[in-house]
T-cell receptor, first 113, second 113 residues
Framework: KNQVEQSPQSLIILEGKNCTLQ??????????LRWYKQDTGRGPVSLTI?????NTKSNGRYTATLDADTKQSSLHITASQLSDSASYIC????????????FGKGTKLSVKP | NAGVTQTPKFQVLKTGQSMTLQCAQD?????MSWYRQDPGMGLRLIHY???????DQGEVPNGYNVSRSTTEDFPLRLLSAAPSQTSVYFC????????????FGNGTRLTVT
């Protein structure tokens, strides 16, 4: 069964601290993996798209890693800011088709001052 | 650029009523799609379109109709609303290529009583 599992479900950290969010998937065939940020009351916004051959990709203070062998990805946030408070959604695209996106349930991150 | 625009932002319907959720994009994207987001679940695909005049069903199409008469617009119709359709609905679009990011609207929160 094609699944995307994210952990933890929720996380609270202090401003300025780092954190890492996890994503495990069982989607096959694999095309690419995406991380989205969703602010409360808004639509998801793309952070990164990683292909099979990419191990690490950065977008500012966000760094995503991908291990296609173990089918795991992580999103590391450095020097967190209050504006990082959001849900982070891991998405795996199956077989190269835009219609075959498998969404995780997301990790809700709260950054406290 | 406005990106993906959804209207209305909020809607309350009574069981059995019909309505249309509007979605428009100004990025000349070929691919458009509708998702619903429910608490504790990942986004689920309702319907999608790979171009004007072409639509197809996603994971949860029952109770919803779509049409794509122009590249810009992709309305979602609820013919007879049911309480199970209470959800937040997101429209998304992309260039439709394998690594094209999805651009989401900011959602329509629908309550069916």
């Amino acid at each position: 069964k094609n699944q995307v599992e994210q952990s933890p479900q929720s996380l609270i950290i202090l401003e300025g601290k780092n954190c890492t969010l996890q994503c495990n998937y069982t989607v096959s065939p694999f095309s690419n993996l995406r991380w989205y940020k969703q602010d409360t009351g808004r639509g998801p916004v793309s952070l990164t798209i990683m292909t099979f051959s990419e191990n690490t990709k950065s977008n500012g203070r966000y760094t995503a890693t991908l291990d296609a062998d173990t089918k795991q990805s992580s999103l590391h946030i450095t020097a967190s800011q209050l504006s990082d408070s959001a849900s982070y959604i891991c998405v795996v695209v199956k077989g190269g088709s835009q219609g075959n996106l498998i969404f995780g349930k997301g990790t809700k991150l709260s950054v406290k001052p | 650029n406005a990106g993906v625009t959804q209207t209305p932002k909020f809607q309350v319907l009574k069981t059995g009523q019909s309505m249309t959720l509007q979605c428009a994009q100004d990025m000349n994207h070929e691919y458009m799609s509708w998702y619903r987001q429910d608490p504790g679940m990942g986004l689920r695909l309702i319907h999608y379109s790979v171009g004007a005049g072409i639509t197809d069903q996603g994971e949860v199409p029952n109770g919803y109709n779509v049409s794509r008469s122009t590249t810009e617009d992709f309305p979602l119709r609820l013919l007879s609303a049911a309480p199970s359709q209470t959800s937040v609905y997101f429209c998304a679009s992309s260039y439709g290529k394998e690594y094209s990011p999805l651009h989401f609207g900011n959602g329509t929160r629908l309550t069916v009583t």
